[in-house]
T-cell receptor
Framework: DTEVTQTPKHLVMGMTNKKSLKCEQHMGHRAMYWYKQKAKKPPELMFVYSYEKLSINESVPSRFSPECPNSSLLNLHLHALQPEDSALYLC??????????????FGPGTRLLVL | DAKTTQPNSMESNEEEPVHLPCNHSTISGTDYIHWYRQLPSQGPEYVIHGLTSNVNNRMASLAIAEDRKSSTLILHRATLRDAAVYYCILGVGNQFYFGTGTSLTVIP
């Protein structure tokens, strides 16, 4: 099973709402990633977790809060977002997150609209 | 600054080979070259990767220049299902650095 699942598929939220995105993989991977993708642009790395510890935070605003409860699950908690945060949020996983040659497996993404 | 540069778009006739170029002139000796593709409303999908030698798999071939400053993804016979955005990516440390992508149109 090489699948990364993400829920929900679509999310509409107001600027005062709190919501969470969920990502799950059962490949035994120890690294998980959050990316943000705007329309017609490449994905931009937000966070990397390796062995359930946050290893990279690409200067992401604090209104995005990642959480890795265990090696199979990755959450992204959203609070007080701005309309410009509307984007496709992609989750990915890889074996260990320690090597440049690792293949990353991407989920289908959550399309977020902030009103 | 982007670590890889790619043409914005390319076209190919169905069942003909496609050569998608990528420049990565600042590549270091331990950086890997990855190619992923993304279909509409989907996440990126792995195509192929390599370090120095040319690579083949069931999906494609990767030709890497001797100085490693450029590479070419080769789809041997394009099908309509190959229409996608193709990203040339450098794997550096534990991060991926995406290029801007080439949108491939396959003409029936």
């Amino acid at each position: 099973d090489t699948e990364v699942t993400q829920t929900p598929k679509h999310l509409v939220m107001g600027m005062t709402n709190k919501k969470s995105l969920k990502c799950e993989q059962h490949m035994g991977h120890r690294a998980m990633y959050w990316y943000k993708q705007k329309a017609k642009k490449p994905p931009e790395l937000m966070f990397v977790y390796s062995y359930e510890k946050l290893s990279i935070n690409e200067s992401v605003p604090s209104r995005f809060s990642p959480e890795c409860p265990n090696s199979s699950l990755l959450n992204l908690h959203l609070h007080a977002l701005q309309p410009e945060d509307s984007a496709l949020y992609l989750c990915a996983s890889s074996q260990e997150g320690l090597a440049a040659q690792e293949t990353q497996y991407f989920g289908p993404g959550t399309r977020l609209l902030v009103l | 600054d982007a670590k890889t540069t790619q043409p914005n778009s390319m076209e190919s006739n169905e069942e003909e080979p496609v050569h998608l170029p990528c420049n990565h002139s600042t590549i270091s000796g331990t950086d890997y070259i990855h190619w992923y593709r993304q279909l509409p409303s989907q996440g990126p999908e792995y195509v192929i990767h390599g370090l120095t030698s040319n690579v083949n798999n069931r999906m494609a071939s990767l030709a890497i220049a001797e100085d490693r400053k450029s590479s070419t993804l080769i789809l041997h016979r394009a099908t309509l299902r190959d229409a996608a955005v193709y990203y040339c990516i450098l794997g550096v440390g534990n991060q991926f650095y995406f290029g801007t992508g080439t949108s491939l149109t396959v003409i029936p």
